[in-house]
Nanobody, 123 residues
């Protein structure tokens, strides 16, 4: 089992900034892709950004130039620096990671989600 724990959400005014953090724990051998998704009320969950082991990243068009994703492989962690926040960024933000676990010599793929952290941008 791989657990993801997010932190850093909260209430911020339009134009403000927030930094989300997510740490993975468990019998992790390697994490391939780490990502942030979000789900606004009444909408489907959408990809915000993801980053692979060597650092290449992609972003949703709606956040390009405002959000930056980064990761610390030694800490099994991923971060999302959000700037110039807009009311439309209000959502629950979820961390996601996939990779391999190793336990008693057995390799098992995983794809895990965090519990989500609320980001509210007041206009």
């Amino acid at each position: 089992q791989v657990q993801l724990v997010e932190s850093g959400g909260g209430l911020v005014q339009t134009g403000g900034s927030l930094r989300l953090s997510c740490e993975a724990s468990g019998s992790i051998l390697v994490i391939n892709t780490m990502a942030w998704h979000r789900q606004a009320p009444g909408k489907q969950r959408e990809l915000v950004a993801n980053i692979v082991t060597r650092g290449r990243s992609i972003y949703a068009d709606s956040v390009k130039g405002r959000f930056t994703i980064s990761r610390d492989n030694a800490k099994n962690s991923v971060y999302l620096q959000m700037s110039s926040l807009e009311h439309e960024d209000t959502a629950v933000y979820y961390c996601n990671a996939d990779g391999l676990t190793k336990y008693i010599g057995t390799l098992t793929p995983f794809n895990s989600w965090g519990q989500g952290t609320q980001v509210t941008v007041s206009s």
